[in-house]
């Protein structure tokens, strides 16, 4: 099998050394790419939110299977450009991928598919907004309606805050502040059938002791050793499954990689997000679990294959991810310093992000650069491996957080976040 992968970030780099351990692959060639991609894959540059620039690449390539990483190029419609030509592509169509382009029209789907959420008003004048907040009280939690690269959402008791972030957005979604641990479970559907991944947590905030901005995610780990032995059950049952149906019934079908952030409260899960691609850094701990041949299983979603397959196989390893970031991240970023160590790295792997080759050299390129990924039979021995393979890595100024999977590998933590 030939495939081509869409993107270059930490998850196209897990994804790429998941596709190439499949024995039916053939053919890796990834667009754009990065330098860690390049040891493993053909790399192609592209711009990859042209659609033409795409189709043509898979044309002249020849190849069996489209995987598409990011969610911007699923918004504007890549998807539906390839598959119009005939190319089998994992990823959702661009109406699809409005579960994650709109958190209203997540809301929408949701309440039509009878799953657990928090409850929302979309809002698009001053006087709905102040309605609203006063409805729900503190925390208040406000959420702008389309694509925000993670900036798009406020947590806080501040109404005045809440409120300017609420006039920044034209349309935003007010929803009830929901407590308990986050989990992050993904579904692999082919239109019809669903598969549920195992749960992974995922660490927003910059800091330790989850202080600081939001990130687009400084660490994860899996499995959950605190979870219910039932979560991957209920959200199949209670989430995937109904959300797949819906979507289904809509004549929209979802093909790809269905991204459930959950919520576990006392009352029981609920969702408060959807993403329409694999989670990133949550990709990088849960793929080296894997064992079901990633490039079949992918092909296999966007054909329409999936009925009838066995549950996905993992191994009973635990994995823990940490990301490095540059100087500045997220605020302001400092880019172009070159980073060392990379080859001492032994006992853990290395997922390349922001990185770029100048003059032979590794220099960082973004603002999440890297991540590093221990895997061993625990999570207190994953996470030794990951900090002790993160620590031969230099950057200057760069920073990582010290406490991924610390709670949880303790005996008698229960969630964290
Ligand atoms: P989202 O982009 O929707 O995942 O939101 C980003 C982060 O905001 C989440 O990971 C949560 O930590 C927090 N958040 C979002 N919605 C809620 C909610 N209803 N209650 C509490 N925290 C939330
Ligand atoms: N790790 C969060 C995300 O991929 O959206």
Known sequence: MKVLLIGSGGREHALAQALVRDPQLEELHVAPG???????????????????????????????????????????GVADALRAVGIATFGPSAIAATLEGSKDF??????????????????????????????????????????????????TS????????????????????????????????????????????????????????????????????????????????????????????RDTPFIGLLYAGLVLTSKGLRVIEFNARFGDPETQVLLPRLQTPLATLLYQAATGGLAGHPPLEWSTDSAVTVVLASDGYPVSPRLGDPITGVDSVVGADIYQAGTTLKDQVLHSSGGRVLSVTGVAADLTAARLKAYEGISQISLRGSHYRRDIALAASAPTEVGEN
């Open 34 to 76: 990065n330098p860690g991609i390049a040891q493993i894959a053909t790399l192609h540059a592209l711009d990859i939110e042209n659609n033409q620039e795409v189709v043509a690449l898979a044309q002249r390539l020849t190849v069996d299977l489209v995987v598409i990483g990011p969610e911007k190029p699923l918004v504007n």
């Open 106 to 155: 997540a809301k929408q789907v949701m309440r039509d598919a009878g799953v657990p959420t928090a409850r929302s008003f979309t809002c698009t004048t001053k006087a709905e907004m102040e309605k609203a907040l006063d409805t729900f009280g503190a925390p208040y939690v406000v959420k702008h309606d389309g694509l925000a690269a993670g900036k798009g959402v406020v947590v």
């Open 158 to 249: 501040d109404r005045q805050v809440a409120l300017d972030h609420a006039y920044l957005s034209p349309r935003v979604v007010i929803e009830e502040f929901l407590d308990g641990p986050e989990v992050s479970l993904f579904g692999i559907s082919d239109g019809s059938t669903i598969l549920a991944m195992q749960p992974a947590q995922d660490f927003k905030r910059a800091y330790d002791g989850d202080l600081g901005p939001n990130t687009g995610g400084m660490g994860a780990y899996s499995p959950l050793p605190w979870a219910p032995t039932d979560i991957v059950e209920m959200t199949l049952t209670q989430v995937l499954k109904p959300t797949i149906a819906e979507m289904q019934a």
